[in-house]
């Protein structure tokens, strides 16, 4: 038996759309594009989405519109300390400096009674990351954010199909950013989106995935060939050479957009089947408490399953380590739980945090792990798992 970590669904749809693409030779930016953008908009209950290279691309274009909105380069935005790097990094990259709060051990995420403390006159931003796909509380969040003025941009990379307090995930925010890496609920192989209901925010996304172009229309097939844009020539002069702000080369091909489209046509499917598991994995960890734990999925929430994490105590009787290399040799594929990103990564070392800065977020680094909970498995899979781990627990302790 082999539990692979992630999976690729890639439809006879999207393979036929691929041929087509190919054979018509429209594979930048176009028409399917604006498709998936369309519908994956509609998915989440937003009226914009606006396509991008990679989810990091998403948090960090999502990060610059601000600077439309009265950000200056060097404010502070803050971010969880706990993240996949890509959250912190992305602030960087798009000129912010991120400020990091610790996080809540039980949910995974960013810990609200900890973000006023945080806040200062330079703080533009949160970046609430639902983590594992498991909601963060975002009606907290978003009542301190009022409060203060800031802007709110969820890290929905994982959260497909997340739900909380009855309102999707996603359309918390000013913005949302997904992931559409392989391992991810909907996929184009490579890719991320930011979704918003503000059209001018959208306009903006627009330029900056384009250089900072003044061409930003929601339509432009321009790039597929189709160049039939009546706005591109002002009093005789290119408006496409035209740059506004400083912008990003980010789009998202016509490929990837048809491996997208296929997997929203059986994202049901999908969705259904990493939940089960993922429930399924909760449930019968039970059994392991306190020595191995996870997150739970409240009455007033439906966690997007990204994937399973686990939490190893420390008087376990053995490592995060040990337990891992064991899944390896059992064909288990795993991932570690992600780092503190301010003290566990050396790249964030220059903004000065010191190891013990934020102990949540530190102990899942040095004690977490996470397992797939894709469409391609099943129960039998999920019982070989947790075989595998009680064989490894009754013989450690
Ligand atoms: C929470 C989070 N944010 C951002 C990203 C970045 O996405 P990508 O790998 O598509 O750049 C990921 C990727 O896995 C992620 O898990």
Known sequence: MKVSFGTMSI?????????????KGAVSSGKTVRDFEEQFAALIGTKEGVAVSTGTDADMLALAVLYDFGAKRGDEVIVPALSFVATGN??????????????????LNINPCKIEAAIS???????????????AQMDIINDIAQKHKLYVIEDAAEAHGAVYKGKNIGTWGHMS??????????STIEGGIVLTDNPEMADILRSLRSHGRFCKCKQCVISAGEITCKKRFVNGQDRRFFFERV??????????????LGNLAIFNDILD??????????????????????????KDEKIGPHAFPVLVSKDAGFSRDELVAYLSDNNIDSRNLFLSMPTQCPGFEFLGYSLGDFPEAEFAGDQGFHIGVHQDLGEKECDYFIEVVAGFVRKSR
């Open 11 to 23: 439809t006879q749809s999207a393979k036929d759309k691929i041929v087509e693409l190919l054979e």
């Open 177 to 186: 950013a997904y992931s559409l890496y392989v391992a991810h609920i909907i």
């Open 90 to 107: 992305a602030v960087l990259h798009a000129g912010f400096t991120p400020v990091f709060v610790d996080i809540d051990r039980n949910t």
């Open 247 to 260: 912008g990003f080369s980010s789009k998202m091909n016509e490929l990837e957009a048809a491996v997208g």
């Open 273 to 298: 089947k990493r939940h089960k598991n993922l429930i399924y994995l909760i449930d019968s960890f039970q059994q392991f408490a306190p020595v191995l734990t996870t997150i739970s999925e409240g």
């Open 121 to 135: 006159k330079k703080t533009r931003a949160i970046v609430p990351v639902h983590l594992m796909g498991k909601p």
